[in-house]
């Protein structure tokens, strides 16, 4: 089994930044080392399906949504297990539950979500 954490979160003013990391644990990401997941960020906000935020695979090739291209920023460790997302100009529509997500083959671990919260 794996398990990832999520750290971070909060309440932010629109126009703000967020930086958000998750740290990943357990057997699976030991004996399969981290480095071969493609990590990534989802969230999902109050009555909407969970959507894609940012992924990066094992060879380092990123992938954004939109709605958040040049403003938020993935990267990733591993050396420490760790993937994280920059969130900078946050938006109030960028409130939501930001969940971390890992996948190799058809192994998918999900972590348990973090609020981020742009209000004024």
């Known amino acids: 089994q794996g398990q990832l954490v999520e750290s971070g979160g909060g309440l932010v003013q629109p126009g703000g930044s967020l930086r958000l990391s998750c740290a990943a644990s357990g057997a699976a990401f030991s004996i399969l080392s981290f480095s071969i997941y493609t990590m990534g960020w989802y969230r999902q906000a109050p009555g909407k399906q969970r959507e894609l935020v940012a992924t990066i695979t094992d060879s380092g090739t990123i992938n954004y949504s939109d709605s958040v291209k040049a403003r938020f920023t993935i990267s990733r460790d591993d050396d420490k297990k760790m993937v994280t997302l920059q969130m900078n100009n946050l938006k109030p529509e960028d409130t939501a539950v930001y969940y971390c997500?890992?996948?190799?083959?058809?192994?998918?671990?999900w972590g348990q979500g973090i609020q981020v919260t742009v209000s004024s």
């Open positions: 997500y890992a996948n190799w083959a058809r192994a998918e671990y």
